[in-house]
């Protein structure tokens, strides 16, 4: 899973295990260790949830919770579609954007990104 934050705005990318482990019921979590302690640890994670009627994301105790909807999510892993996306407001004249979506091969070979595992490219343009 691949995690990019910009601003208010939250970006999940993720590779097709990680989509089938998701449709699955599992849950997907990674963290950043900036130091020894527990403390210095920002957590990452999915979770699927049948409720759901879209993505929602909350920060508890050092962790980032996407709630991910079944439905769409089953479907998106199953199809053609990208993503989901929402713009959810988080106070007064503030939005958070969360997006989640497949996460594609790279067409340029970067060092140290292996993108091995990413989804097919959709316009068929070959890969690195």
Known sequence: MKLRIRGDSLRLRLSPAEFATLAAGGTVADAIHFGPEPSQCLRYEL???DGATGLDAR?????IRVVVPAGPLRRIAASDEVGLS??????????LDIVLEKDFRCLVPRVGDDSGE????PDDAPSC
């Open 118 to 121: 990413g989804f097919a490219r």
């Open 59 to 63: 920060l508890d105790d050092h962790t």
């Open 47 to 49: 979770v699927l949830d």
């Open 86 to 95: 929402i713009r959810k407001s988080v106070g007064p004249g503030r939005e």
